[in-house]
């Protein structure tokens, strides 16, 4: 399978420079009166700026271990990294690596069987009821752990009557009741694009739920605009938002500010992180991300185990240790703030529970 980078899919005209924003503030608080295309086409793509910016010595080595899936940073991410610490917890989710290049057994292009799962352009079903479209081909952040880090989205549709044969697909399949939006990053799509999507996926009767899944409220949190969340309010389908956060330092400022107005539109708010070595493989860390979560009313929903995608196995954690974790947190939350610990098996007709507590 050929490596086709998110980033190639951009239509904005970006640089390999940052903005000129001050030095990094782990709490910085951004106002959203900014367009989020121009913030994204000032995303950091240089591993030395990325370093220069947060006052770490650069290395010249990782520079080129980017071209087959370069870095990608925005500033308000950025903000929320801790300056001259070279083991921050959301520095390490983006920071290319001289072991992405390392070979490992069982860590293969596509871990979760994407490919055997592709229904029609655009759509992938795995699980019965449900149907998944790759909205778009590129996200905002390229995180390094990224699942999808080698899928082809040039395969798949652009343009909205591209999208026809996956409309007509779902509305011959009345055995689908929810369709989840993924990529890639469906809040990629401009509003316009976006709704007209939604749109189609609304007038077909059996659709009961359209969900997105999405990292950009977190590391784009300008992205939600008053625009974008009025067109949530208007589906005759029920929104479904679930978005991905890996330590708690990333809900805070801007980003919680966002999280704050999608859940006040009333639409259920879960999230999704991957348990990552040295970033949340302990119990403070995870307590940490799913008070905050709660505490603005998004439901800790998953605690994935690592997709072994080519590149990745710096980041794995021994699924023992993952149960582990989750039992030490039912000592300090909740059990609605408790997420379930789960691992996406290629093949399975739905995630696997790692144990139960």
């Known amino acids: 399978m050929s490596i086709v980078p998110a980033a190639n899919m951009l239509r904005t005209t ?16 951004r106002p959203f009166a900014v367009s989020w295309q121009r913030e994204l086409a000032a995303a950091i793509r240089n591993p030395a700026v990325l370093r220069q910016r947060l006052g770490l010595p ?17 500033d308000s991410f950025l903000q929320r990294m801790m300056r001259g610490d070279e083991s921050d917890p959301l520095l390490l989710q983006v920071l290319p690596s001289a072991e992405e290049a390392v070979l490992r057994s069982g860590f293969v292009s596509d871990p979760v069987g994407d490919e055997n799962a592709r229904k029609a352009p655009g759509i992938l079903q ?10 778009a081909g590129a996200c905002a952040v390229h995180c390094r752990y990224c699942f999808r880090r ?3 989205y040039g395969n798949e549709p652009r343009r909205i009557e591209d999208w026809q044969p996956a409309i007509d697909c779902l509305t011959a399949d009345t055995s689908i009741s929810e369709v989840i939006l993924s990529g890639g990053d469906p809040l990629m799509l401009t509003d316009t694009r976006l709704r007209e999507l939604c749109q189609k996926l609304d007038a077909i009767p059996h659709i009961e739920r359209i969900r997105f899944h999405t990292r950009l409220p977190i590391v784009l949190p300008s992205r939600v605009t008053d625009e974008f969340l009025q067109l949530l309010a208007n589906f005759r ?3 479904v938002m679930v978005v991905h956060a890996n330590h708690g330092n990333e809900i805070v400022g801007d980003c919680e500010a966002a999280l704050r107005q999608i859940v006040k539109t009333g639409i259920p ?4 992180a991957v348990l990552l070595r040295r970033i949340n493989d302990n119990v403070e860390a995870l307590e940490l991300l799913c008070r905050r979560l709660i505490n603005i009313g998004v439901m800790p929903y998953y605690l994935h185990q690592l997709d072994r995608v080519n590149g990745t196995a710096h980041f794995e954690v021994n699924t023992q240790l993952g149960l582990e974790l989750v039992k030490q947190l039912a000592t300090r939350l909740p059990g609605y703030a408790i997420p379930k610990f789960v691992q996406e098996i290629a093949g399975e007709p739905g995630k696997t529970t790692i144990g139960f507590l």
């Open 269 to 272: 708010v879960m999230n999704q």
């Open 150 to 152: 080698e899928f082809p």
């Open 14 to 29: 970006v640089s390999d420079d940052s903005c000129a924003d001050s030095a990094a503030k782990p709490n910085c608080e």
């Open 126 to 135: 795995k699980y019965r009821g449900r149907a998944l479209l790759i909205a």
């Open 237 to 239: 389908s029920q929104a």
């Open 58 to 74: 650069i290395n010249a080595e990782f520079a080129s271990k980017t071209n087959a899936f370069p870095l990608l940073v925005p």
